[in-house]
């Protein structure tokens, strides 16, 4: 197994280059970074945005255990949508920069280098089938979307364009659109984020990047080698190899490919391949990027819903109002008679007053129209009947009690009379006093019967008046009805 401590002046020499080319062409391949030949270095992906724009950072093989030697590839893709007028000649035109920063390792030689021409052509074609149009129209033949798109290499370790590819695709799916407000079709108001909510920009799908370099598989070329290393006759493709490995390739392969695996860009960077070699690299290709663009597109789905939490939280309330970036407290009517309400209900309680519970509109109206209708009724039938029946049923009960004391006296009598045949004078005067309390009993018997008479007689002409009375609201009734 081969170090991979080998720094870049190593590069250059012819031997280290005849190396690094027969391990790569063994069989199994060796690859100094001790990766497979299917292994993809792992990628880290950061996002921004505001306002104005949208930036969204790959990094490739970066740091420790990055998988490589001599670093990483970070690559920097920024959108910023822009309201133009159409124009005719140029109906869709957008623009596409590339360019590489000063500190891009010139001194490493690539047999076939990353060049912003060659980049630039493949973001064309991506972006062209990724964004539908006419989600960028405004107003029709007057007003549009503009999209600039800046793409920045910072260091270049191998795979160049398939970070700029992967941050630009990224990019493009965190951007907003504004809402606007349309004046005429002299003027166009973009309106705050904060009042109206911005548009996240419809993408058709989300295309994977994959690139690899290419190395013969024999004397014979691409389709013709006869020696017996891997991938003979249709040559070897090695994926997302780092600068070391892209020196000594023959030259590179560009694939991408949307969500359900459909080839929508292929570069060959100039090398022909068989068909055999296209069928079967393909296929292989898709398999690699797959797992890399689900990883890309699970950390785009969760920086987004981490962004909307944050505007969410900081976005005002119903009781706030926001000057000049300055956040003021303001009192909310309704909570201010919530805490009323509340605070008179309290010194109710104190009082000992209990508030009524609060009742509907229908409610009150049975209620009303309930005490109305008693009101009508002159001094409450309820009342009168319930004195006639108390008095009725005490006068029963009354009697009741005179029956039993006068059978008990009859029984009395009767035992002295049976006993002893005649009456003593003091059992007369017991006598004579039980026959005056039977006369006072049955003295307050009659008078009894008179009160429940009077009380019949009450009842009677009750009824009769408001049988009156009914017949009367009838005929006035009837009278309304005929008008």
Same mark, same amino acid.
Request: charged share 35%; proline share 4%; net charge negative.
């Given at each position: 197994?081969?170090?991979?401590?080998?720094?870049?002046?190593?590069?250059?020499?012819?031997?280290?280059?005849?190396?690094?080319?027969?391990?790569?062409?063994?069989?199994?391949?060796?690859?100094?970074?001790?990766?497979?030949?299917?292994?993809?270095?792992?990628?880290?992906?950061?996002?921004?945005?505001?306002?104005? /724009?949208?930036?969204?950072?790959?990094?490739?093989?970066?740091?420790?255990?990055?998988?490589?030697?001599?670093?990483?590839?970070?690559?920097?893709?920024?959108?910023?949508?822009?309201?133009?007028?159409?124009?005719?000649?140029?109906?869709?035109?957008?623009?596409?920069?590339?360019?590489?920063?000063?500190?891009?390792?010139?001194?490493?030689?690539?047999?076939?280098?990353?060049?912003?021409?060659?980049?630039?052509?493949?973001?064309?074609?991506?972006?062209?089938?990724?964004?539908?149009?006419?989600?960028?129209?405004?107003?029709?033949?007057?007003?549009?979307?503009?999209?600039?798109?800046?793409?920045?290499?910072?260091?270049?370790?191998?795979?160049?364009?398939?970070?700029?590819?992967?941050?630009?695709?990224?990019?493009?799916?965190?951007?907003?659109?504004?809402?606007?407000?349309?004046?005429?079709?002299?003027?166009?108001?973009?309106?705050?984020?904060?009042?109206?909510?911005?548009?996240?920009?419809?993408?058709? /799908?989300?295309?994977?990047?994959?690139?690899?370099?290419?190395?013969?598989?024999?004397?014979?070329?691409?389709?013709?080698?006869?020696?017996?290393?891997?991938?003979?006759?249709?040559?070897?493709?090695?994926?997302?190899?780092?600068?070391?490995?892209?020196?000594?390739?023959?030259?590179?392969?560009?694939?991408?490919?949307?969500?359900?695996?459909?080839?929508?860009?292929?570069?060959?960077?100039?090398?022909?391949?068989?068909?055999?070699?296209?069928?079967?690299?393909?296929?292989?290709?898709?398999?690699?990027?797959?797992?890399?663009?689900?990883?890309?597109?699970?950390?785009?789905?969760?920086?987004?819903?981490?962004?909307?939490?944050?505007?969410?939280?900081?976005?005002?309330?119903?009781?706030? +109002?926001?000057?000049?970036?300055?956040?003021?407290?303001?009192?909310?009517?309704?909570?201010?008679?919530?805490?009323?309400?509340?605070?008179?209900?309290?010194?109710?309680?104190?009082?000992?007053?209990?508030?009524?519970?609060?009742?509907?509109? !229908? !409610?009150? !109206?049975?209620?009303?129209?309930?005490?109305?209708?008693?009101?009508?009724?002159?001094?409450? +039938?309820?009342?009168?009947?319930?004195?006639?029946?108390?008095?009725?049923?005490?006068?029963?009960?009354? !009697?009741?009690?005179?029956?039993?004391?006068?059978?008990?006296?009859?029984?009395?009598?009767?035992?002295?009379?049976?006993?002893?045949?005649?009456?003593?004078?003091?059992?007369?005067?017991?006598?004579?006093?039980?026959?005056?309390?039977?006369?006072?009993?049955? $003295?307050?018997?009659?008078?009894?019967?008179?009160?429940?008479?009077?009380?019949?007689?009450?009842?009677?002409?009750?009824?009769?008046?408001?049988?009156?009375?009914?017949? $009367?609201?009838?005929?006035?009734?009837?009278?309304?009805?005929?008008?």
């Amino acid at each position: 197994m081969y170090s991979s401590t080998l720094d870049y002046p190593l590069l250059s020499s012819h031997s280290s280059q005849s190396l690094c080319l027969s391990s790569l062409l063994s069989n199994p391949t060796q690859r100094l970074s001790n990766r497979s030949r299917t292994q993809l270095r792992p990628c880290t992906l950061k996002m921004s945005r505001n306002e104005l /724009y949208t930036r969204a950072t790959v990094e490739v093989g970066g740091g420790e255990g990055g998988g490589g030697t001599g670093g990483g590839t970070m690559c920097t893709a920024t959108v910023q949508p822009q309201i133009v007028r159409v124009d005719e000649r140029e109906p869709n035109c957008g623009s596409i920069s590339v360019t590489y920063s000063p500190l891009y390792p010139p001194q490493i030689p690539h047999h076939v280098p990353s060049s912003p021409t060659l980049l630039t052509s493949h973001l064309q074609r991506l972006t062209s089938l990724m964004i539908d149009n006419e989600c960028l129209c405004i107003s029709e033949g007057n007003w549009c979307f503009l999209l600039n798109i800046e793409v920045k290499g910072s260091s270049d370790n191998g795979g160049m364009d398939e970070a700029a590819c992967n941050a630009v695709v990224a990019a493009l799916e965190g951007t907003r659109l504004p809402r606007l407000d349309l004046e005429g079709t002299e003027a166009v108001a973009a309106m705050p984020r904060h009042k109206s909510g911005w548009v996240d920009l419809p993408v058709k /799908y989300r295309p994977v990047v994959v690139q690899g370099g290419i190395y013969k598989g024999g004397v014979g070329g691409f389709g013709g080698g006869t020696t017996g290393v891997e991938g003979a006759g249709e040559g070897k493709v090695v994926w997302d190899p780092d600068g070391m490995e892209g020196s000594v390739a023959e030259g590179w392969i560009t694939i991408a490919y949307e969500d359900f695996g459909r080839v929508v860009m292929w570069d060959e960077g100039g090398v022909g391949i068989g068909r055999n070699g296209r069928a079967k690299w393909g296929e292989e290709g898709w398999g690699v990027g797959k797992e890399r663009g689900e990883g890309f597109r699970k950390a785009v789905k969760a920086w987004k819903e981490s962004e909307r939490a944050i505007e969410q939280a900081a976005a005002p309330q119903s009781g706030d +109002k926001r000057k000049g970036g300055i956040s003021v407290d303001v009192d909310d009517a309704e909570e201010e008679g919530e805490e009323e309400r509340y605070r008179r209900m309290a010194l109710d309680f104190r009082c000992g007053h209990v508030e009524e519970r609060i009742r509907s509109k !229908e !409610e009150k !109206e049975k209620e009303t129209g309930g005490k109305k209708k008693e009101k009508g009724k002159g001094k409450g +039938k309820g009342v009168a009947l319930k004195d006639i029946v108390m008095k009725k049923a005490s006068v029963k009960k009354m !009697e009741v009690e005179v029956e039993e004391e006068e059978e008990e006296e009859e029984e009395i009598v009767v035992m002295a009379t049976n006993e002893f045949g005649s009456v003593e004078e003091g059992e007369k005067e017991e006598e004579a006093e039980k026959v005056e309390k039977v006369e006072k009993v049955e $003295k307050e018997k009659e008078e009894e019967v008179q009160e429940v008479e009077e009380v019949e007689k009450e009842e009677a002409e009750l009824s009769l008046s408001m049988g009156i009375k009914k017949n $009367k609201k009838r005929k006035k009734t009837g009278g309304k009805g005929k008008k």
